[in-house]
Every structure is written in C-alpha cells, then in structure tokens.
C-alpha cells in the first residue's frame, strides 16, 4: 500500500501552459484542504494512462487528475486498465481550456475551489463508453467519459489541434475558426450507423455518443445527457448543406438544435459507424484515430468525486 493514498497527476501544459504556472498554488491549496498526497508532472501525450495505473498497482485509492478533459481522460483510461480499478476514485482540478467534463459532473470549474472540494472525498458512480477504432493501421480501443465522435466534429478537432493558439485566446474561438475553415473543404460522408440494431444508410454531417452534455468548449450538444442512467445520447445530424449548418450552429451553445428536422436523438448502448471514406475518430476533445468504429456503454465502471 502507497504512503500516501492520493496521487496528483499534473499536465503541466494543459491550458496553455497555465497549469505549470499555478501548480505552486495548487499544491499549496490542496496541502491546505488537508489531502495527504504525492505527485507526478506528465511529460509526453500518454503519459498520464502510465501514471494513473501504475498508481493503482501501487495501492492508491484516489487519482486527482489536474489538467483538461484530456488528461481526465488518459487517467481514466490508466484506471480502467488496472487489476484495481473497482478501488481507485477520479478526482478532476480543471486547469484547461475546454471544461466540459466538470460542467456535466458538478465540479468547481475554478481549480482552487476543486482542491477544496476534493477534500471531502464523496464518490458517486459513472457511466463509460469505449470505443474502437483503427490507429496506424491497427485496431485499438479507448475508454471515453464525456463522448465520442466522428465525421464532422472530429474533422473541425483536427484541424483545431493543428492551429497555433496564443495562451490569451480562449477554446472557444479556435474551435469556430476551425469550424468555418472545415466547412469549405468538408463533404457529408456515406455511412453505415447501427444503434442497437437499427440500422440506418445515408450522408450523415456528424455523429456523436454523448456520456456528458458538453463539447467543443460549452457546446450543450447532449442537452439531457446523464452520466449515470446506462445510456449513452447518440446525436445524428443528417445531410445538412453549408448554409443550413451555420445557420443552425449557434442553437448548439443553447441545447436546442435537437428540434431541427434533420438532428435525430437516441439512447443507446452499443453504436457501430462505417463508411468507405476516411473519418477521424475524438474523444474527450482528443483525436484517436480513424474509423470504422464501434462504441459501447459500460454501465457504472468509474467512481468519481464530487
């Protein structure tokens, strides 16, 4: 059993760099809170899976992920993956950009708050999905918390990940220069989409399986999303034009596009995409890999503090 029962894992550049800058405090603050812990930096993308299940080997019972959804997500995927993780809590600090995660679960969105809010070590149980996928030419899957997604979405994250962004800038402006960027160059794709055995052939734009009911830096693109009903919210959007698009885009922010004729909304547990033309695969505003996919629901497998 570890010294310490709480292991911080800290993306020093998550939000631009932020992180690092404030880590000091934190520290302090979560010294404060009266958490007994120990800590480890990330040093590479992955790192953080490493990380999170060596730390479950080793006996702690907490894993305090400081950073954005990306690093909540590799340390779910390193608990998820280790002989001990009906033991281990996930605890969140945003330090971020996005904070999508910690919108739907409750979190403080302030990191000084969390660490206060951590102390009282309440857990409650959450849904997963996992997803695979191709990466390098070879089938992997992923465990995701907040969603899961491709077509559309997926390219406007790739290119979005490829855009220089100044640490005053939000998430949210990137995200929309990459959107009208994406729109000129992107075509619908035809796909084959089975949600739990009904299957449906067509020219999709997107197709997202929500856990949460936030992306793309405060979209509420799951509007009655629950992390814990053993449903993911499979959002469809059809063959929807340019114009039509950006027409529509705004009502995202606000939850409503789920009334417009050509966005279908289904819950379900298993989810299966395929199309004879590339689409990128994200998750957890992470780029994978590419399809085809299959995704699955895996009801009540994360214990997380609130």
């Not at 800290?10 to 800058?21: H, L």
């Not at 600090?93 to 009282?120: H, K, M």
């Not at 929500?210 to 405060?218: E, I, L, M, Q, V």
């Amino acid at each position: 059993m570890a010294k310490n029962y709480v292991m911080v894992i800290v993306n020093p550049v998550a939000g631009r760099g932020a992180t690092e800058r404030k880590w000091a405090e934190l520290r302090e603050q979560l010294t404060l809170s009266g958490l007994s812990y120990d800590y480890e930096l990330t040093r590479y993308k992955g790192h953080a899976i490493e990380i999170a299940r060596a730390a479950c080997i080793d006996g702690y019972s907490f894993i305090i992920a400081v950073g954005g959804d990306g690093t909540v997500n590799e340390a779910t995927n390193g608990i998820l993956t280790s002989p001990n993780r009906e033991n281990v809590t996930l605890g969140v600090i945003n330090t971020g950009t996005g904070s999508d995660f910690v919108r739907t679960v409750g979190t403080p969105r302030d990191s000084f708050e969390a660490c206060r809010f951590l102390a009282r070590q309440e857990r409650f149980l959450i849904d997963v999905g996992q997803v695979e996928f191709y990466s390098n030419g070879e089938r992997v899957s992923r465990y995701f918390v907040n969603y899961c997604g491709t077509g559309f979405d997926s390219e406007v994250a790739e290119t979005t990940n490829r855009m220089p962004r100044p640490s005053f800038i939000s998430n949210t402006i990137p995200y929309v220069i990459s959107l009208v960027c994406t729109l000129f160059r992107y075509r619908n794709r035809e796909v084959r989409l089975n949600v739990d055995g009904n299957i449906r052939k067509g020219r999709f734009l997107t197709i997202v399986a929500a856990n949460g009911r936030y992306f793309g830096g405060g979209m509420k693109i799951a509007p009655n999303a629950d992390l814990s009903d053993g449903k993911l919210d499979v959002i469809t959007v059809d063959d929807v034009g340019k114009l039509e698009l950006l027409k529509a885009f705004p009502r995202i922010y606000k939850g409503t596009h789920t009334t417009h004729p050509k966005v279908t909304v289904s819950l379900a547990t298993n989810v299966q995409v395929h199309s004879e033309k590339r689409m990128p695969v994200s998750a957890d505003g992470e780029l994978l890999g590419e399809g085809p996919i299959t995704i699955r629901l895996v009801p009540q497998a994360l214990a997380i503090a609130r």
